[in-house]
């Protein structure tokens, strides 16, 4: 009965350190990844915009699983915003054109996400960056070398 007992304080001792922990994570998170492009921002835009030509570049999109919904939210000359599904986690998107240097912009892209104050949740969320982070600088890069590729 004393085994019984110490388990079940540790467990609920144990969770409720992990709950605290977890609320110095933030609740709002970015993850993002940019690149320098040489080209106008007009010959990088149709390629952000156009759903259809994200196979050509975007690496969530290169196979034919279909594993997101996306849907866009708004679009204008700097910026397309995008709302993503996967399951049951819907979360935001966005593709940003800076003009740098003439012949030069930066495409930034980011995803936005917002947590619950489940620790499972929160804690889950460090390795975000991890998961995310490659696919979307590889995308980058094949953006790049079509937009060079193709002026």
Same mark, same amino acid.
């Given at each position: 009965? $004393?085994?019984?007992?110490?388990?079940?304080?540790? +467990?609920? =001792?144990?969770?409720?350190?992990?709950?605290?922990?977890?609320?110095?994570?933030?609740?709002?998170? $970015?993850?993002?990844?940019?690149?320098?492009?040489?080209? +106008?921002?007009?010959?990088?835009?149709?390629?952000?915009?156009?759903? &259809?030509?994200?196979?050509?570049?975007?690496? /969530? !999109?290169?196979?034919? &699983?279909?594993?997101?919904?996306? $849907?866009?939210?708004? &679009?204008?000359? &700097?910026? =397309?915003? #995008? $709302?993503?599904?996967?399951?049951?986690? #819907?979360?935001?998107?966005?593709?940003?054109? /800076?003009?740098?240097?003439?012949?030069?912009? #930066?495409?930034?892209?980011? !995803?936005?996400?917002?947590?619950?104050? /489940?620790?499972?949740?929160?804690?889950?969320?460090?390795? /975000?960056?991890?998961?995310?982070?490659?696919?979307?600088?590889?995308?980058?890069?094949?953006?790049?070398?079509?937009?060079?590729?193709?002026?």
């Amino acid at each position: 009965m $004393r085994l019984i007992k110490l388990v079940l304080i540790s +467990a609920v =001792v144990f969770f409720l350190l992990l709950t605290a922990m977890s609320l110095l994570i933030p609740s709002n998170i $970015r993850i993002s990844r940019a690149i320098d492009i040489r080209s +106008a921002s007009n010959d990088v835009l149709p390629y952000l915009k156009d759903q &259809s030509k994200w196979p050509l570049w975007n690496a /969530y !999109f290169k196979d034919s &699983s279909k594993k997101f919904a996306v $849907r866009t939210i708004s &679009s204008t000359d &700097s910026l =397309v915003l #995008t $709302r993503w599904k996967a399951g049951d986690k #819907t979360f935001q998107s966005g593709m940003a054109v /800076y003009n740098q240097v003439e012949g030069t912009v #930066t495409v930034q892209w980011y !995803f936005d996400f917002t947590l619950s104050w /489940y620790p499972w949740e929160k804690i889950a969320s460090i390795i /975000y960056d991890g998961q995310l982070g490659t696919p979307m600088q590889e995308s980058l890069t094949d953006l790049k070398t079509l937009v060079e590729a193709n002026p």
